[in-house]
């Protein structure tokens, strides 16, 4: 129940709903379909084979612990899918 839980509870919920490594980034967005290449020592680039011509690129070094939750919101965004964990 969400009134019951305390504050950090939540706070860990919601966090955990977000890829929070560029390993848990990928596994998500290759297992909803993505092609995920890359083009060079710096970055990438995603794919999905239902939306052909759309492509997002990304760092393959992330400089922020937000990364997760920034390609998160690209990728629904510009593809229409959504890749956080349901609580």
Known sequence: DL???SRRQRQMCIRDRYPTTQRDLLERLRAAG???TTSGPTHGKI???EH???FLPFASTPSTSRHGRHMVTAVR???GIDLRDRP
């Open 47 to 49: 794919t999905h084979p």
């Open 34 to 36: 993505f092609e995920v």
């Open 52 to 54: 052909p011509g759309r």
């Open 77 to 79: 965004r510009v593809f």
């Open 3 to 5: 009134h019951v839980r």
